[in-house]
């Protein structure tokens, strides 16, 4: 078995209404960084996992995401795998 | 003036506590995701701002991770700009 870190970026889709990402624009703004246009907040979750290869590591961690780690209807999400020596 | 999307990825520091990642970990295991060692949940930052260039939007970046975006005891962070025509 090979040792791997995922990194999971989840963020809100497209269109849909991000009130957390509203909220720290507020705040920026607020402080006087009025060159922001746009926020979007989302989740970065990193794991350390064990599998035979890449490609099986990253199957698991499509299928975390799909069963646990991210909200399909409401969230987007990429995968970045990097191997541990 | 130039477009930039600014990506910061701010994660909960080495060596600390980080009971969302555990809670994480252990909802992963409970579903049979075995081979999971370890969870780290962090946040996920895009901004869209305008600045005169990829240096300056930067430091601006810096800037608002320093004054409001993250925790500087207990989390690092890592900036990315991307450039947009």
Redesign the interface.
């Known amino acids: 078995?090979n040792?791997y870190t995922i990194e999971v970026?989840?963020?809100p889709r497209q269109g849909l209404l991000d009130p957390e990402g509203q909220a720290?624009l507020g705040?920026?703004r607020s402080?006087e960084?009025e060159?922001?246009?746009?926020?979007?907040?989302?989740?970065?979750?990193?794991?350390?996992?064990?599998?035979r290869s890449a490609e099986e590591a990253r199957e698991?961690a499509d299928?975390?995401c799909r069963?646990?780690?991210a909200n399909p209807v409401t969230e987007d999400y990429r995968i970045d795998i990097e191997s541990v020596s």
Request: glycine letters at 6%; hydrophobic letters at 60%; proline letters at 0%.
């Open positions: 078995m040792r970026r989840i963020t720290v705040a920026l402080l960084f060159e922001v246009g746009e926020v979007r907040v989302g989740r970065l979750i990193r794991l350390a996992l064990e599998a698991r299928a975390m069963r646990l780690l």
